[in-house]
Structures are given as structure tokens and as C-alpha cells.
């Protein structure tokens, strides 16, 4: 009896592995691609803020260069006049409030970078975590029914030995 119900045990415990198997497989593969999906988008946005951060700078280097020529600062030949010291004052105000704008303007850009990032983000990621509980869950599954298997194994071969007959004639 213990021959047939290993047998029938290591069959069983045989087809839980290779199902469970191939669940991981497939949980790793998804797991892999949604990753590599968090990756990408990480990388893209992380472009598109560097891309916006120099052309923030570029546009206030322009706005200063701008207001020095409309002052009379800087002369038709790019070169910087010789100021006065109210004409400073004047330069010096200007450029703070050019500087306090482009702060706040990269500020607001910056929080919404931050909350586009975080509404793309945030589903990939809790698929991807939902993901790797899976995968954990498989991989405690798999090593519970290897166990069982290998259990089976040995109770079938503990039972094959019980149905040997004895030739020795020791009864």
C-alpha cells in the first residue's frame, strides 16, 4: 500500500512543481518587463527635468543679457558699458527679481514634475511589488511541494523495498 500511495503522492507532488514552475516563470517574466518599465519611465522623466532645467537657465541668461541691453548696459557689440552707480542699483534689482521669478517658475515646474512622475509611477510600481509578493508566495510554494515530492519519492521506495519477496527462507 505504501508503494501506490507514494507513487501516487510523488505523481501528484510532481505536477504541483511543474505548475508552480511555471506560474514563477511567468510571474518572473512579467515581474522582469514591469521593472524595466520603471526604469525607462524613471530615465525619461529624468531627462525631460534636465532638459527643462537648462533651458530655464538659458532663458534667464537671455532675460538678464535682455534687460542689461535695455538699460544701456551692454552695447550693440556685446560688450559691458561702463555703469553708473545708479545705473548698478537699477542692474542689481532687476537681476535679483529676474533671479526671485525663474526660482518660482522652476519651483512650480519641479512640483509638477514631481506629481506627473508620482501619478506614472505609482501603479508600476505596486504592480511591480504585487509582483514580487507573488513571486516570493511561488517560491515558499515550490520549496513546501519539492519537499512533498521528494517525501513521496522516498515513501516509494520505502514501499517497493516491503514488496520484495524474501529469499533467504527466513519467513
Do not use: C, H
Amino acid at each position: 500500500m505504501g508503494f501506490l500511495s507514494g507513487a501516487y503522492g510523488k505523481l501528484m507532488a510532481g505536477k504541483l512543481v511543474r505548475d508552480l514552475q511555471y506560474q514563477m516563470t511567468s510571474v518572473q517574466s512579467r515581474l522582469r518587463r514591469v521593472t524595466r518599465e520603471v526604469g525607462d519611465m524613471e530615465k525619461m522623466f529624468q531627462s525631460q527635468e534636465r532638459n527643462l532645467r537648462t533651458q530655464m537657465q538659458s532663458q534667464m541668461q537671455n532675460s538678464s543679457y535682455a534687460m542689461m541691453f535695455g538699460m544701456g548696459i551692454l552695447g550693440n557689440n556685446g560688450q559691458i558699458q561702463q555703469m553708473q552707480n545708479d545705473q548698478y542699483q537699477q542692474y542689481m534689482m532687476n537681476q535679483q527679481a529676474i533671479q526671485q521669478q525663474f526660482a518660482m517658475a522652476q519651483n512650480v515646474w519641479q512640483d509638477m514634475f514631481e506629481m506627473q512622475r508620482e501619478s506614472a509611477l505609482q501603479p508600476l510600481k505596486d504592480l511591480e511589488e504585487s509582483l514580487q509578493t507573488e513571486k516570493d508566495n511561488l517560491e515558499s510554494r515550490l520549496k513546501i511541494a519539492q519537499a512533498e515530492y521528494d517525501a513521496k519519492k522516498e515513501e516509494e521506495k520505502a514501499g517497493v523495498k516491503g514488496m520484495t519477496p524474501d529469499y533467504t527462507g527466513q519467513g
